[in-house]
């Protein structure tokens, strides 16, 4: 309210002295801040789950992690603003704590943060790759992106297509016979990715550059950290590839801390029908603060917890806190089901303010922030 105070009685000639457009929108965003909290504070029946604040971790790559800090930027602001959440992405100078830190987190109301959560994961980059063996004939190599037709497809897809040298050293002849070309974009425009990839084979083929070589790849790095994600022993991904019609192979990073999962196939239904199994079993921890009555009412609940999680299948964990008065409950579960995360967050709340001890006007059954 002391922010409200201050906008209101500030004096207009000096508003208008120093007149600064930056200024005025974090005038008006206080403004805003200030009044919507005035709002919830002097309304008795408001309703106090729009009030509480959770935090969703979500297991990441760092390479998905600083195309968001650098690419998506602008995005990631937006989704603050609209939201009305706060995200963290642990973006570190240190190369070796960005490799080993694959967590970002998301902070405010419940429902802000599902859908923060969900157009986040929208943005996240997908990347994939096939090579081409070069006509002997060609003069030279005359496969520019930053030509004209290939400028249009990249437009007409909204992809960005990269032509480097072959780094596979699998095939033959020597590489400088060979490229292998790269197209990135992000997951909503997964439906252009497919259209797109399809009109630069077509591209290639109509104007005799090479023969493509029959797959197509992605990959994905996975933190080891969870090993639950792949398994311990890969065993998961023998019967995927099979079920999708993909060869899948694992090469650990030299810190022992990123798991690189490389998906070969014929097309593109089938790298990105198994990258979606592998990136669908990211883990998701949604945590939110408890005080010591509800704790003690939860304790009481442990076997309907118990159940909860198994027909949910999540894991639902209280743990101490910082505050020795209070205690955090963690609902684990993966990006699959993080929906599923949020219902039985909905469970407990009710579970909590249900209980016979607790009643509208007693503070205890409020949740802490």
Known sequence: ??????????????????LNPQQIQSAANA??????????????????????????????????RLFLEHEAKCELDAIIRQKRCKIDLNVSTNFSSVMDNCQISITGPPKGVHDSYLEIRQLYPITVWFDLKLNPNLRSIVLDPNAEPLQEIQKRHKIAICVVPLQNSTYQPMPSNHI?????????????????????????????????????????????????????????????AAKTSTQISVQKSPSNSMSNVSIMGHNYASISSARS????????????NVNGYQSKVLENFSQQLERMGEEFGVSILLKPNSNPSNKTMII?????????????????VRMIESSPFNTNNNKRGQFVH
């Open 1 to 18: 309210m002391d922010n409200f105070n201050k906008f209101v009685n500030l004096n207009p000639q000096n508003i208008l002295r120093n």
């Open 277 to 288: 199994e592998i990136s669908d079993r990211f883990v998701v921890d949604l945590m939110f």
């Open 332 to 348: 684990k579960g993966t990006d699959r089901e993080v929906t599923k995360l949020f219902e039985v967050r909905q469970h407990i």
């Open 180 to 240: 292998s070309i790269y197209i990135r974009t992000n997951r909503f425009n997964e439906e252009k990715l497919k259209s797109g990839i399809e009109e630069l084979s077509k591209f290639i083929e109509s104007h005799k550059y090479g023969d493509i070589y029959p797959k197509i790849q992605t990959k994905i790095d996975v933190p080891t950290t969870q090993p639950t994600i792949i398994g311990r022993t890969y065993s998961f991904l023998d019967p995927l």
């Open 31 to 64: 403004l805003w801040d200030s009044a919507n909290q005035y709002v919830m504070n002097s309304i008795p029946s408001f309703n106090l789950s729009f009030r509480e604040s959770i935090v969703l971790l979500m297991d990441i790559s760092p390479e998905v």
